[in-house]
């Protein structure tokens, strides 16, 4: 007799992985979630992981001479030029920093992404206006504007923030400004216009989406960046202000130990560098898993 079973169906094939399931397979990317990880908890929990509080000069925290103590025994990575606990000032310092990558790279990111989005999908005079403006400011270089917006301003934690996300901004309204651009000439806007979908509507329902994954990298890289700032500001004195500890403010108390005591340029250097490799793997890792055009090739 004829076989007269159909066709065998069709085995399904694996569900695509997850972002984090790709992401898990980067060594260099799991390096750098691990560091912000060890940083960020080492930033929640300062006050009782820190052996001391790092305002307290201690008495025995200089030597005879009145020079810092080395690190090891009592202070683990030894004192400052005032006798206080580095690795006490290091721990509440990742606060500091943390802080302000987070908020000001956030308040970057928000002004970026509404200017860009803008700008891209109206054109005309309106995004003229804001792309010129956005020029503009990469006119000036980041540095030079933040230290002469730091200087103008009485320098503190949220200030400094605010300065920092003024001029950064830039880099992520111009990205999107160009992706939102060919977005907004794509069939399927068109379709939706031509059926009366409103201009909210199809930000926030078609292009708003598709630019997510653009945004996320961006965040995560500008927290690198932002860190970096803030660890300037602070080195050049118009950054966050003793007796708040800062990554930047440390290395610039004790500057004039760089020869006699290492250590106190050394361990604060080492933290900033850490932080910002960590988010720039984790940043450069997501930007390659949340392409479409890399699926499939890792």
Not at 28 to 48: D, E, N, Y
């Amino acid at each position: 007799m004829a076989d007269t079973a159909g066709p065998e169906p069709i085995v399904a094939s694996a569900r695509p992985e997850g972002t984090l399931t790709r992401l898990m397979r980067r060594p260099l990317a799991v390096i750098g979630f691990v560091l912000i990880v060890v940083t960020v908890g080492a930033a929640v929990f300062a006050p009782w992981i820190a052996p001391f509080n790092p305002d307290d000069q201690m008495f025995d925290g200089l030597t005879l001479q009145g020079a810092p103590m080395p690190p090891g025994g009592k202070f683990l990575l030894g004192t400052d030029l005032l006798g206080r606990d580095l690795l006490s000032r290091i721990l509440f310092g990742a606060r500091t920093s943390l802080i302000i990558g987070l908020v000001a790279n956030g308040a970057a990111l928000t002004i970026g992404t509404v200017i860009g989005v803008t700008a891209g999908y109206f054109r005309g005079w309106l995004g003229a206006a804001l792309m010129r403006f956005t020029d503009l400011m990469m006119a000036f270089p980041a540095l030079l504007l933040a230290i002469c917006l730091a200087a103008i301003f009485q320098p503190s934690l949220w200030i400094v923030a605010m300065v920092i996300a003024i001029v950064n901004w830039v880099q992520t309204a111009r990205v999107l400004y160009t992706e939102t651009t060919s977005l907004a000439e794509r069939e399927f806007i068109a379709a939706e216009k031509t059926l009366g979908a409103g201009h909210i509507r199809i930000l926030f329902r078609h292009i708003l989406p598709h630019l997510v994954p653009m945004i996320i990298v961006w965040g995560t890289l500008g927290i690198s960046t932002t860190v970096l700032l803030e660890a300037t500001l602070s080195y050049l004195g118009v950054g966050v202000q003793p007796p708040t500890p800062s990554w930047g403010n440390i290395i610039f108390e004790n500057q004039t130990y760089f020869q006699s005591a290492p250590w106190l340029v050394f361990f604060p250097g080492a933290a900033i560098l850490l932080l910002a490799l960590a988010f720039n793997l984790v940043g450069d890792a997501l930007r390659d898993v949340l392409d479409p055009t890399q699926r499939g090739r890792d």
